[in-house]
């Protein structure tokens, strides 16, 4: 743009008001066009990277799961599941479940008897520990039962 000086500056003002009139129409296309492009993006579905549909969670829903879990063994055949206390750093290995069937016996001692410690449970106090497949499903009410259980991997600490 060019202006001319006034001595009072009125040519300035005007060349301002012009480029500041100029950037709001740019950045009103902008916004416009990114809405639009993230609402076409949602209604149609699309998955490209970095845009999506956001759906965060599965749009198929069933009353049925299965988990994995650990449960120790006492020598006398008393049950009691592992659950990993959540204030210790052993909380977050539980994903590491389904890898134990697939490690050596050594690695598998090793970890189960790491698991047993973080849960305040003595080795030394247990005959076994079972990786354990359990399957629930909802009743009418929404509560999970246990329709199943199936010992995947039977280790001796």
């Known amino acids: 743009m060019v202006a001319t000086r006034t001595g009072d500056g009125r040519a300035a003002a005007v060349g301002d008001e012009r480029d500041d009139a100029r950037e709001s129409r740019i950045a009103r296309r902008v916004t416009i066009g990114t809405i639009v492009v993230l609402l076409l993006v949602a209604l149609v579905q699309l998955e490209l990277w970095p845009l999506t549909a956001f759906r ?17 063994i006492a020598p ?42 973080a849960c305040g449970i ?19 009410s929404g509560t999970p039962q246990v329709t199943g259980t199936k010992a995947l991997l039977e280790v001796t600490p």
């Open 56 to 72: 965060l969670f599965s749009t198929v829903r069933t009353g049925d799961s299965s988990g994995l879990q650990l449960v120790a």
């Open 76 to 117: 006398d055949g008393t049950e009691q599941p592992l659950r990993l206390p959540g204030d210790q750093v052993f909380s977050t290995t539980g994903h590491q479940y389904p890898d134990l069937p697939h490690e050596s016996a050594a690695v598998q001692r090793a970890k189960v008897r790491a698991w047993l410690v």
């Open 122 to 140: 003595d080795p030394a106090d247990v005959a076994k520990v079972e990786l354990v497949r359990t399957s629930r499903s909802a009743d009418a």
